[in-house]
T-cell receptor
């Protein structure tokens, strides 16, 4: 069965500093990979996704993620965070062409310090 | 226009009651899903429907039943509500099953007293 691990439950970053959120997955082949963001009391918004091709993907709001097959990782990065980036971030996977829906990690809560 | 909408946004009810949550998508997608987010914010797939046919059904109690009157709607009926059903329920849709980007609704916060 596939699984997703986000090892950091909480991360605190100063405004303007760089950010990296970690995500590791367990799956027999390369799944489709996603990062979603959830602001307090809101639904989930897709930040970016990786299906195939270039392993560095660009997303919305200045986020990017890099797929590393050898490490089974899909870490999310941003060079300079803004106070509005404070939210819950979820990494998710799904089997390519399958019908199993998304398997989510437990999320990382991002706190921005002024 | 809202792509994926859910009603109601909040639902407070007593144990033992039966309730429904409605979901509609105007994206023309073929597949719709229900997810449950628990108090620790963990998200788990409950159901998915493709062209009005149930594709998956995770280990969800049979008190939960999805109903899809047409491709644009997937409603969630819950019978005999229990305290542990308190959660946020998210509807989502995707162009077709498996691996496509899913678009989520705003969620329905269910509180069972």
């Amino acid at each position: 069965a596939q699984s997703v691990t986000q090892p950091d439950i909480h991360i605190t970053v100063s405004e303007g500093a760089s950010l990296e959120l970690r995500c590791n997955y367990s799956y027999g082949a390369t799944p489709y990979l996603f990062w979603y963001v959830q602001s307090p009391g809101q639904g989930l918004q897709l930040l970016l996704k990786y299906f195939s091709g270039d392993t560095l993907v660009q997303g919305i709001k200045g986020f990017e993620a890099e797929f590393k097959r050898s490490q089974s990782s899909f870490n999310l990065r941003k060079p300079s965070v803004h106070w509005s980036d404070a939210a819950e971030y979820f990494c998710a996977v799904s089997p390519p062409g399958g019908a199993d829906g998304l398997t989510f990690g437990k999320g990382t809560h991002l706190i921005i310090q002024p | 226009d809202t792509a994926v909408s859910q009603t109601p946004k909040y639902l407070v009810t007593q144990m033992g009651n039966d309730k429904s949550i409605k979901c509609e998508q105007n994206l023309g997608h073929d597949t719709m899903y229900w997810y449950k987010q628990d108090s620790k914010k963990f998200l788990k797939i409950m159901f998915s429907y493709n062209n009005k046919e149930l594709i998956i059904n995770e280990t969800v109690p049979n008190r939960f039943s999805p109903k899809s009157p047409d491709k644009a709607h997937l409603n969630l009926h819950i019978n005999s509500l229990e305290l542990g059903d308190s959660a946020v329920y998210f509807c989502a849709s995707s162009p077709r099953d498996g691996g496509e980007t899913q678009y989520f609704g705003p969620g329905t916060r269910l509180l069972v007293l």
